[in-house]
């Protein structure tokens, strides 16, 4: 799933080793949202007790090789694609739901290299993204209230499993280690392996003109390889695998700290000689790695300053993302940059942007400034959520998105970017590899009347795979416009 890691570059200032007064368990001296109060605080102390003598789920080499790839984002070398369920469910730890999330994000990627020329480092929202933040603890259900459902890592979503239960916190672990362990072996017996890209099933999508677009693109790379081939530049073991790194949502932190560990920090082949030299007199670097995931991101809710959020993920080495809407001061941005990322490490911190259609023009122009015009100017990822600003209601009642207002902020969003002389370096979206039906529009012109043919999700809609792969080729064709002009 990773390959080898070169040392974390920074921006005039020197990575040094995290400092003294931050612990794994710091966060708890901090004001904290989005906490659950458990009833039986004995049952969470057993349940976190076993995660902390559990093995690490991803490993530091893993994370490392990720922090490299990120700093070639960061400098517009590459692009990063995020993307999977707004919640993750523990019956989505199925071969079938995980294949096709597999297969969505590798095809996205293909389009994606082909349109912006630039290689893709893929991130799905999977094997951990289970916890949801909630506007209130508890909702009313046919005249009754009852707690919200809160993700399958808290409680469950039929009205008979709402109640908190700490179990659910190893049960989390598990299914994100089977997750995680089919995606490595799906990866390994050569899913993605780039030259048979026609055996990648296209699943629903029939509309002539996407496949004809996809047809392109596949012919594009299996020309090239022809070409290798023919000069026997072929035989590169990595055209049979990619990495795939995880990620979710850093919010339930009773789940996150006994899964966060002191490891050596890995050391790329290079770095090996010069370290073996000194290893009797220093010993080899450690940091803390939270191990849940490769990647975690602070929600829109949880970003405070002063918080129990920001001040757990300071101290971890994972890459960060922030999420930055409406509700974001500009003069915050520099405070949680400085915070999190105190060293302008070149790439750890991903500023995910979620503004809406109708207000990203408005509010991401000085939000782009404050921070380019800073010491963190090339340092940062900018990322576009064009999913979570665009959610409305039916009129009876169903949440739902158009997918022309998902297109309409990633436009405007790259616009900008351009405007401002900043990379818009990912995307970020809510999407699954079935054919569901949640959001509206898009090439199969899917309205009000059809949300309820095939409507799934248990909190927020996502795109289906026609919709995602449609919207990879739009941002494709946006890149590769710019490069004809």
Known sequence: MASSAAAPQTNGASASATTAEWTPSSWRGKPIRQCPEYADVAAVKRATAELGRLPPLVHAHEIEALRASLRDVARGEAFLLQGGDCAELFDYCRQ?????KIKLLLQMSLVLIWGADRRVVRIGRMAGQYAKPRSSPTE????REVPSFRGDILNGYHLEDRELDPQRLVKAYNHSAATLNYIRAAISAGIADLHRPLDWSLGHVKDPELKAKYTAAVQFLQDMLRFMHTIGADK??????????????????EYEEPLTRLMDVPLASSERIEANSKEGKEGPRRQYYDTSAHFL????RTRQIDGAHVEFFRGVANPIGVKVGPSTPTSDLLSLLRALNPHVEVGKITLITRYGAA???DLLPEHIRAVEGSEYKGAVIWQCDPMHGNTRSTGTGIKTRRFDDVFAELRETLSIHREEGSYLGGVHLELTGEPVTECLGGSEGLGEDDLSTNYTSFCDPRLNERQALE?????????RKERAL
């Open 297 to 300: 991101w602070i929600g829109d």
């Open 236 to 253: 590169s073991p990595k055209l049979d695998t990619v990495d795939l790194f995880t990620s979710h949502e850093g919010l339930l932190l």
């Open 471 to 479: 919207l990879a080729f739009l941002i494709a064709d946006s890149y």
């Open 96 to 100: 079938d739901a995980i294949e096709a």
């Open 140 to 143: 009313v259900v046919d005249g």
């Open 359 to 361: 207000r990203v023009r």
